[in-house]
């Protein structure tokens, strides 16, 4: 996020670690869709607390 990168650029970069690369594709797909039953927050609740 400091990096303001897409998340589907951020999901499609090569990881040096395939657990640190799943871990982002998961996060990545959260805010796209439901994963386990849990979503992204949306911006405007994020940017209220700032």
């Not at 796209?32 to 700032?50: K, L, W």
């Amino acid at each position: 996020m400091a990096t303001r990168m897409f998340t589907g650029r951020l999901a499609a970069t090569s990881h040096a670690y395939p657990t640190w690369s799943m871990a982002v594709q998961l996060a990545a797909a959260q805010f796209f869709m439901t994963i386990d039953g849990r979503t992204a927050r949306t911006v405007s609740a994020i940017t209220e607390r700032a």
